[in-house]
């Protein structure tokens, strides 16, 4: 089960710098004018989870699997987007088919990185970035509206619901906010995630501050920080930089780099757990001494659609799952013990699986 955040922002704020961090590559092209990266960059990072390695220590796995998230590197949005300028076109397209947003804003000064409006606001190009999704909202809902009306007329069921969500979502549009403040009906999310908006999209702001402040942001950071919590939105202080450094280092001298930066661990750690928490994800194991695997799941999953995740058929064929909490595994020293000690349970298909369990599942 894959699921993709897309990097976003204004020109020249450290897109493709995070992403090369992000990824350990180069395959980003970082340079110092508008639109380097022109197709959009993907790359696959392991979500940190200090869980996995000891249960592969408890359990002697041979290989150690992590769950994994998709980033996109989209190309530099500037004001018109929404009417094609710049590469407004191609930067909406790729928007579409992530499932949130990273925001990078520039939060630094630095004379040598030429800015496109020639200042440093990072509560402004938040807006101008906000302001051009909704605009190409409004656009594309008109299309779908005068494309539906027959239908309408006609009492297609699936169209008359798919016109009174794209008015609800209009009429927030039209009083300057987002599509995602409509507050949905959950008989009517099915359709309402069809229509694919782009202000639909959950979205972190991700301040890039020099490095002397990647430890506790700076004036610019907090502007964004207050503007993230009125919105309800999440946000994450780091320096593009630092990580770019830090991905070229082996553990140990990561660690110690770190260290003397006063930081705990990357800004990359902190910004892949938030966009994990944005997507409203967690965690279940597989534990076993060919292998201890992290598996990505929607908090709220039941027991036959996690399966599910593994593979369609173990879905389908769905017996039980023998399930032991991720606390009892580690405490009492592994399957064998747990289970000795009553801590494994048998869990059928109405089993809302937790974060942390580790699970095992018979199917036919």
Same mark, same amino acid.
Not at 216 to 242: D, F
């Given at each position: 089960?894959?699921?993709?955040?897309?990097?976003?922002?204004?020109?020249?704020?450290?897109?493709?710098?995070?992403?090369?961090?992000?990824?350990?590559?180069?395959?980003?092209?970082?340079?110092?004018?508008?639109?380097?990266?022109?197709?959009?960059n993907v790359g696959e990072v392991a979500v940190p989870d200090a869980r996995l390695a000891r249960l592969a220590e408890i359990a002697k796995s041979a290989q150690v699997i992590p769950t994994r998230m998709t980033f996109v590197d989209i190309a530099g949005l500037v004001k018109g987007a929404s009417k094609g300028e710049g590469l407004g076109n191609q930067f909406l397209a790729n928007i579409r088919e992530v499932d949130a947003i990273a925001h990078v804003l520039r939060c630094f000064e630095d004379d040598d990185v030429t800015h496109v409006e020639n200042r440093v606001d990072?509560?402004?190009?938040?807006?101008?970035?906000?302001?051009?999704?909704?605009?190409?909202?409004?656009?594309?809902?008109?299309?779908?509206?005068?494309?539906?009306?027959?239908?309408?007329?006609?009492?297609?069921? &699936?169209?008359?619901?798919?016109?009174?969500?794209?008015?609800?979502?209009? $009429?927030?549009? &039209?009083?300057?906010?987002?599509?995602?403040?409509?507050?949905?009906?959950?008989? !009517?999310?099915?359709?309402?995630?069809?229509?694919?908006?782009?202000?639909?999209?959950?979205?972190?702001?991700?301040?890039?501050?020099?490095?002397?402040? $990647?430890?506790?942001?700076?004036?610019?950071?907090?502007?964004?920080?207050?503007?993230?919590?009125?919105?309800?939105?999440?946000?994450?202080?780091?320096?593009?930089?630092?990580?770019?450094?830090?991905? %070229?280092?082996?553990?140990?001298?990561?660690?110690?780099?770190?260290?003397?930066?006063?930081?705990?661990?990357?800004?990359?750690?902190?910004?892949?757990?938030?966009?994990? #928490?944005?997507?409203?994800?967690?965690?279940?194991?597989?534990?076993?001494?060919?292998?201890?695997?992290?598996?990505?799941?929607?908090?709220?999953?039941?027991?036959? %659609? $996690?399966? #599910?995740?593994?593979?369609?058929?173990?879905?389908?064929?769905?017996?039980? $799952?023998?399930?032991?909490?991720?606390? !009892?595994?580690?405490?009492?020293?592994?399957?064998?013990?747990?289970?000795?000690?009553?801590?494994?349970?048998?869990?059928?298909?109405?089993?809302?699986?937790? !974060?942390? !369990?580790?699970?095992?599942?018979?199917?036919?």
């Amino acid at each position: 089960m894959g699921f993709r955040m897309g990097i976003v922002g204004l020109p020249n704020v450290g897109k493709s710098t995070l992403f090369n961090a992000l990824t350990r590559t180069a395959a980003a092209q970082a340079a110092n004018f508008p639109f380097c990266t022109i197709e959009p960059n993907v790359g696959e990072v392991a979500v940190p989870d200090a869980r996995l390695a000891r249960l592969a220590e408890i359990a002697k796995s041979a290989q150690v699997i992590p769950t994994r998230m998709t980033f996109v590197d989209i190309a530099g949005l500037v004001k018109g987007a929404s009417k094609g300028e710049g590469l407004g076109n191609q930067f909406l397209a790729n928007i579409r088919e992530v499932d949130a947003i990273a925001h990078v804003l520039r939060c630094f000064e630095d004379d040598d990185v030429t800015h496109v409006e020639n200042r440093v606001d990072p509560v402004a190009d938040a807006e101008t970035i906000e302001t051009e999704l909704m605009l190409a909202d409004l656009e594309s809902i008109e299309r779908r509206l005068q494309n539906i009306v027959r239908k309408v007329r006609g009492g297609d069921k &699936e169209a008359v619901q798919q016109e009174r969500l794209l008015k609800e979502a209009q $009429a927030m549009l &039209e009083a300057g906010k987002p599509a995602r403040l409509v507050e949905v009906d959950a008989e !009517d999310m099915k359709a309402w995630r069809m229509l694919q908006l782009l202000t639909t999209k959950p979205v972190l702001y991700v301040c890039n501050v020099e490095e002397e402040n $990647a430890a506790e942001g700076n004036a610019q950071s907090a502007r964004v920080a207050e503007m993230a919590a009125a919105e309800g939105n999440a946000h994450v202080v780091i320096s593009a930089k630092i990580e770019e450094e830090i991905s %070229q280092l082996e553990a140990e001298e990561a660690e110690m780099f770190l260290s003397e930066m006063g930081l705990e661990e990357p800004g990359l750690d902190r910004l892949i757990k938030a966009g994990y #928490g944005l997507l409203h994800l967690q965690t279940y194991f597989t534990v076993g001494p060919k292998e201890a695997r992290a598996w990505t799941i929607p908090e709220g999953t039941l027991a036959p %659609q $996690a399966a #599910g995740v593994i593979h369609g058929d173990f879905e389908k064929g769905f017996i039980r $799952a023998e399930t032991i909490a991720y606390d !009892d595994f580690v405490e009492l020293g592994g399957e064998q013990a747990a289970k000795e000690a009553g801590k494994m349970r048998a869990e059928g298909k109405a089993y809302t699986v937790k !974060d942390g !369990d580790v699970l095992h599942f018979l199917h036919s």
